[in-house]
């Protein structure tokens, strides 16, 4: 089952422009991560955010999860081609044993 | 260099013929874990291990076998393929028994056919 699910699935701008990702969840989390797949690729991690933290950056990343509402958002800033790739959020939770539960992705991808 | 690493890269095999996976990780992690991503569907988790001789069932792990004789090593197995297993598949790891709580390092992937 998938416990996250990120919107929009899909998203195409101009480099330059930012890009703004989102994931709901259903069940408490210890943490949230979000992270990135080129074309068939492995996945890389971009940025882990605990449940006790509000907001995260790394680089031109940002995170924020709000817990209330169950959900968390990936802001890149400053777009680049090479940001091209599809993105996943992915949960840990207390009731999901050790499990890493990932979304469905949104694929973004940035137009020269 | 840190990696993980997974043979083969690409595998076509038929229905019912025994295969193994391999991954191998040099980093002395010890959680590792198998999903699969399909198409729509994201990737779903099929097994994990949180150190040697320590195994667990993920989301889907119907036809699927695993085993951790050694830290580095998770193979997956799948004793008898069927077309429904036709996947890409990644083999992941972490540096503490409770992967959730850390960052997971990828494989490049498999991308297995059954006909």
């Known amino acids: 089952s998938q416990q996250g699910e990120e919107d929009p699935q899909a998203l195409s701008i101009q480099e330059g422009e930012n890009a703004t990702m989102n994931c709901s969840y259903k069940t408490s989390i210890n943490n949230l991560q979000w992270y990135r797949q080129n074309s068939g690729r492995g996945l890389v991690h971009l940025i882990l955010i605990r449940s006790n933290e509000r907001e995260k950056h790394s680089g031109r990343l940002r995170v924020t999860l709000d817990t209330s509402k169950k959900s968390s958002s990936l802001l890149i800033t400053a777009s680049r081609a090479a940001d091209t790739a599809s993105y996943f959020c992915?949960?840990?939770?207390?009731?999901?044993?050790?499990?890493?539960?990932f979304g469905g992705g949104t694929r973004l991808m940035v137009k020269p | 260099e840190a990696q993980v690493t997974q043979n083969p890269r690409y595998l076509i095999t038929v229905t019912g013929k025994k295969l193994t996976v391999t991954c191998s990780q040099n980093m002395n992690h010890e959680y590792m874990s198998w999903y699969r991503q399909d198409p729509g569907l994201g990737l779903r988790q099929i097994y994990y291990?949180?150190?040697?001789?320590?195994?667990d069932k993920g989301d889907v792990p119907e036809g699927y076998k695993v085993s951790r004789k050694e830290k580095r090593n998770f193979p997956l197995i799948l004793e008898s393929p069927s077309p429904n297993q036709t996947s890409l598949y990644f083999c992941?790891?972490?540096?503490?028994?409770?992967?959730?709580?850390?960052?997971?390092?990828f494989g490049p992937g498999t991308r297995l056919t059954v006909l």
């Open positions: 992915a949960t840990g939770g207390y009731n999901a044993g050790n499990m890493l539960t």
């Open positions: 291990s949180m150190n040697v001789e320590v195994t």
């Open positions: 992941a790891s972490s540096l503490r028994g409770q992967g959730i709580y850390n960052e997971q390092f």
